[in-house]
């Protein structure tokens, strides 16, 4: 492997042995469109995500990169073209998103974790109220995840009373208490200081070393470089290049991505 | 000067200074009295004349009410006794009190509304206070039911058949839903509805002749004062709450029927007054009822009163939604929260939260809008202290009527508002 060409702020051996693409299809997308309004957002997306992949999603702001991982949850409707996750398709079809949305774990921008629930309540609620599991259970579950984000010890305090980088740990923890089989990542550290953002991707990095499937959109290239098995560059609602991360960074392909690159990385 | 001091000697303390208490002037309630009254020319100059604008209206009312006559058959006796002098005469409460506080009903059986009232407070514990026993809210389902028969009385049957109804409801639900969800939604109101039509009636009247069982029946006009106005305060606020949460949503729905429907109706109550739906429910509903049904007039203003309250309720409560970030919606969602769920268990909790001043604003408007019945006919507390002051015994008295009728107004509604306070405090959950 060539050179890093960006730094990961994260100061340990990253342990690969289960990181293992497999040939199952997880995500399928085939010319899939969205329109804000009359504005198209999304234009002829078409992508596969194997089970196991690692994949990063980056792009200018407004390149539609949010709204298409939005999208595979259903969070934003899209309005032609298919997207089938873990063999369902989402159409209109509620009880269809209801299971891929159980089945698909989200980690927001800004946490979203419910205020008025302490941090043991907001990794307990979906399992007890969506998968029925007994409340003794899903707390026994939500501590395990919890100790490993790293946050055993604020299971009764309140979102509230949590640092920013807390709160995405616990938001993480939330998401794998429902046990997804992908894990879908908007912008998790953009809205965290530099110390949060360490911790954040540590734990980020700990779960794709378990072999998650995972798809995020992020500026952390060290994160893209690390990790990532393949790396998606996004401009104006179109999928411009993709490659393996060592190839995307060191020898970019297409002129959009060369300019982002030359900025986001400052050389 | 002491730049130069520190840095051209050398100093070394030998021994550290003891805390000393401040001057006496710095502490206690002097130090608050200059602070707050005398802090200025000015402000000690508005001191003084609050302090005479007080002292001037303690000397106006003072006398007034410390010459209170408690004891008197008529205001004739009462200004006999006082002899020229100024002075309250209470002795209209201690003579009618019982009126304006039941109006008309018959006093031997005073004790069933005490009775209520007192149950209605162990039915809204649990309600009011999560930390008693969750056990206690099968109470506060059956209690609406139980208060009706004491308060009306009748056959015994009749209230026990309007709950069945909804254990109809809730076995239909449950039936059906096996079948199809939105079929177990139709059935759930479907049944109930069917049942209070038809079978309710032959039910009240079957086994009103098997078991005769019941307490005395009570007219409804002999209904008054301070009952009148609980009965209809408390049904409106109970019934107003959870209405106003399902127009609030459905004015937030995407479903253009029911978002029109809820938009119609809160724009319609809202630009109407209140009288003038108390007027329809007593003068023209009965012309859109079939001929023969006769429907009771406290019920009618419930009624109104009700879908009065949660008009403005709606409002209240879709702003609290709106001051929701969408992320938790988002959140919600992502989690695979269906949209009951996410209301039930995220959304309304943190809006209700949010609106409990709004909330409670309008419950205290509809608690003291009750007063309003007197136009239709109803002996509300006012309308009793008309009816009053048109004996022979009691023309003329005003003020202490008044004083007495606020002051119970005031109790009920001080507390609503405090514990509003209590409850915001408790859910203050930001920490900030």
């Given amino acids: 492997m060539s050179d890093p060409v960006v730094e990961l702020p994260i100061d340990r051996a990253i342990d690969t042995s289960q990181m293992k693409v497999t040939d199952e299809v997880a995500i399928q997308i085939s010319d899939m469109n969205k329109w804000y309004g009359s504005f198209h957002v999304l234009r002829a997306i078409n992508m596969t995500v194997n089970r196991g992949e690692r994949i990063v999603i980056c792009g200018p702001s407004g390149s539609g990169k949010s709204t298409l991982i939005r999208c595979i949850n259903r969070l934003e409707e899209h309005q032609s073209g298919q997207i089938i996750v873990d063999g369902t398709e989402l159409t209109g079809d509620l009880k269809n998103i209801d299971k891929v949305r159980s089945e698909v774990g989200m980690v927001f921008q800004h946490f979203n974790l419910f205020p008025h629930l302490t941090i043991l309540e907001n990794c307990t609620l979906a399992p007890i109220w969506v998968r029925k599991v007994p409340k003794r259970e899903a707390e026994a579950t939500a501590m395990h995840f919890l100790e490993k984000v790293k946050i055993p010890e604020q299971a009764n305090k309140y979102p509230g009373q949590l640092s920013g980088g807390q709160q995405q740990r616990v938001a993480i923890a939330r998401s794998l208490c429902m046990k997804p089989r992908i894990m879908l990542f908007d912008e998790p550290t953009s809205a965290l200081d530099p110390e949060m953002i360490k911790e954040v991707l540590d734990t980020m990095i700990s779960l794709a070393e378990e072999g998650m499937t995972m798809l995020c959109v992020t500026h952390e290239m060290g994160f893209a470089q690390a990790v990532a098995n393949r790396v998606i560059f996004m401009d104006q609602g179109q999928v411009v290049e993709q490659n393996t991360p060592s190839e995307f960074f060191n020898n970019p392909q297409s002129e959009r991505t060369k300019l982002f690159l030359s900025q986001i990385l400052g050389h | ?432």
């Fill in chain 2, 1 to 432: 000067m002491s730049d130069t001091h520190s840095n051209t000697v050398a100093y070394v303390r030998d021994t550290m200074l003891p805390q000393t208490e401040p001057p006496l002037t710095e502490k206690g309630a002097l130090k608050w009295l200059r602070e707050n009254l005398f802090s200025g020319w000015l402000n000690t100059g508005l001191t003084l004349i609050a302090l005479f604008i007080i002292w001037q209206a303690l000397m106006a009312v003072g006398p007034w009410l410390l010459n209170s006559v408690w004891n008197a058959g008529s205001l004739r006796e009462c200004r006999d006794i006082l002899d020229g002098a100024t002075g309250a005469c209470f002795a209209v409460i201690v003579d009618r009190w019982h009126q304006l506080l039941f109006g008309f009903y018959p006093r031997h059986l005073y004790w069933r509304p005490v009775l209520a009232l007192v149950l209605l407070f162990v039915a809204l514990s649990p309600v009011l206070f999560p930390s008693l026993p969750r056990r206690l809210l099968t109470f506060t389902a059956i209690y609406p039911f139980l208060a009706y028969h004491l308060l009306w009385g009748g056959s015994v049957w009749l209230p026990i058949g309007a709950a069945l109804g909804f254990v109809v409801g809730a076995l239909a639900y449950i039936g059906l839903k096996r079948v199809n969800n939105l079929l177990a939604v139709f059935g759930a109101v479907l049944a109930p509805v069917l049942w209070w039509l038809v079978l309710a009636g032959p039910f009240d009247s079957t086994m009103s002749a098997v078991l005769p069982w019941g307490l005395e029946f009570v007219r409804s006009d002999r209904f008054g004062g301070f009952l009148i106005s609980l009965v209809i305060g408390i049904s409106g606020i109970s019934l107003s709450l959870p209405l106003g949460i399902l127009l609030a949503l459905g004015r937030q729905s995407d479903m253009i029927f029911i978002k029109s429907v809820c938009v119609v109706f809160i724009e319609f109550i809202r630009g109407v007054p209140l009288i003038t739906l108390l007027f329809t429910a007593s003068l023209l509903l009965n012309f859109f009822l079939p001929p023969g049904t006769s429907f009771d007039l406290i019920l009618r203003v419930i009624i109104m009163v009700t879908l009065f309250a949660s008009a403005y309720m709606a409002e209240v409560v879709r702003g609290g939604l709106a001051a929701l970030p969408k992320g938790q919606y988002e959140a919600a969602d992502a989690l695979g929260l269906d949209y009951w769920k996410a209301q039930r268990l995220i959304i309304m909790p943190q809006a209700l939260k949010i609106s409990i001043p709004g909330i409670v604003n309008t419950f205290i408007g509809l608690f003291k809008d009750t007063t309003l019945v007197v136009f239709i006919g109803l002996l509300d507390p006012i309308g009793l202290s008309n009816a009053i002051r048109a004996s022979t015994d009691w023309n003329g008295i005003y003020w202490e009527l008044f004083i007495f009728i606020g002051l119970l107004f005031f109790i009920f509604c001080f507390g609503m508002s405090r514990y509003s306070l209590y409850l915001e405090r408790k859910l203050k959950r930001d920490h900030r």
